[in-house]
């Protein structure tokens, strides 16, 4: 018996596999390694897939250096800038995606973290939601306080997105304006308030497949089970613009590995998806069981509509409230 199929029917009875276990599996065959993700995505989770949508919800003139960002007001890029939206506007955005099918919509917003009075407002808006609109709600709004995170738990928020990007060691070749510590630390007060998170990373920054391993690997240990797979989309004015588009395989080894470090989690792709050819489709046969819907924050993604019908003909069923 390979080394693929050992860990697959170890981790099927139980066992959690250590780094480098993990790190054997890079150059395992990627066909069969991709069918033994899928077995251990249909024996935790059944066929149950979990949809999401985000909106911009602020947008532009980011402090932060991120160099992946088209936000970030550090890079000469062309994007929309816009304050905070307001009640109105967001729960006209979570009516529509309720009517989509939707389970949960997140709110996102750029800057290292909202002011006090933002807070307060986005609130508000949540409040304004919650009894108009049967939808899970999702905050993604920066590096808060714990007494931000309680404030968004009383409003009505179930769950904070807060992405590691990285792993620790490439963190500073990302970013350098906060640091990995400063995310942990944010995700660590987002529970500590009651708040579920969901967290996962960048692919193609650079990074290799042990930057993503160990980042994974710090997911779990913040016992985390939404996993965000990001692709990045190389945009021009940004130091990552002439980076290269990973490819369709790519996407299906990290998904693959992923789904043997955590068996039972919600892997989602994410952002990016949208440039691969087949649109994410090879890579919900290798472990994925999630995905964002829709628009993301500064590029066009995959209409819902679309998405239904290629969740529905794998033999997926999407999971409801």
């Keep these: 018996m390979n080394i693929v199929s050992e860990l697959k029917n170890k981790i099927l009875h139980g066992h959690e596999i250590t780094k480098k276990q993990a790190m054997s599996l890079i150059d395992a065959d990627l066909e069969e390694l991709c069918s033994c993700a899928n077995e251990l995505r249909k024996h935790f989770c059944g066929d149950s897939f979990d949809i999401c949508t985000i909106i911009n919800g602020k947008s532009g003139n980011c402090t932060e250096d991120c160099k992946y960002c088209t936000q970030s007001a550090h890079y000469k890029t062309i994007v929309e800038k816009s304050p905070l939206l307001d009640g109105a506007a967001l729960l006209e ?3 529509y995606n309720r009517r989509k099918g939707i389970l949960r919509y997140s709110v996102v917003t750029s800057g290292k973290q909202l002011t006090d009075e933002e807070v307060s407002a986005v609130c508000n808006s949540y409040r304004r939601i919650k009894p108009s609109c049967d939808i899970s709600l999702c905050a993604s709004h920066g590096l808060l306080s714990y007494e931000h995170f309680k404030k968004l738990k009383n409003a009505g928020v179930t769950r904070y997105h807060n992405n590691l990007e990285t792993s620790r060691r490439n963190f500073p070749n990302i970013c350098t304006t906060h640091t990995y510590n400063d995310k942990i630390a944010a995700i660590k007060n987002a529970q500590r ?18 930057d993503r391993i160990d980042m994974v690997l ?25 980076l290269p588009l990973l490819t369709n395989d790519e996407v299906r080894h990290i998904a693959a590995i992923l789904r043997f470090i955590l068996p039972a989690a919600a892997i989602r792709l994410a952002g990016g998806r949208g440039l691969l050819k087949d649109k994410g489709r090879s890579a919900l046969m290798s472990g994925v069981n999630s995905a964002i819907s829709g628009d993301m924050l500064t590029t066009s993604g995959i ?15 999407v999971k409801l409230l």
Excluded: Q
């Excluded at 308030?193 to 042990?210: P, R, Y």
């Design 218 to 242: 710090d997911i779990r240990d913040l016992g985390i089970t939404s996993i965000p797979v990001n692709i990045l989309n190389p945009i021009s004015g940004t130091p990552f613009e002439h």
């Design 303 to 317: 209409s819902i509509d679309e998405d239904m019908a290629m969740i529905k003909e794998l033999g997926f069923e």
């Design 93 to 95: 955005g979570a009516l």
């Design 193 to 210: 308030a009651g708040l579920e998170v969901c967290s996962g990373g960048i692919m193609g920054l650079g990074e290799t497949m042990e």
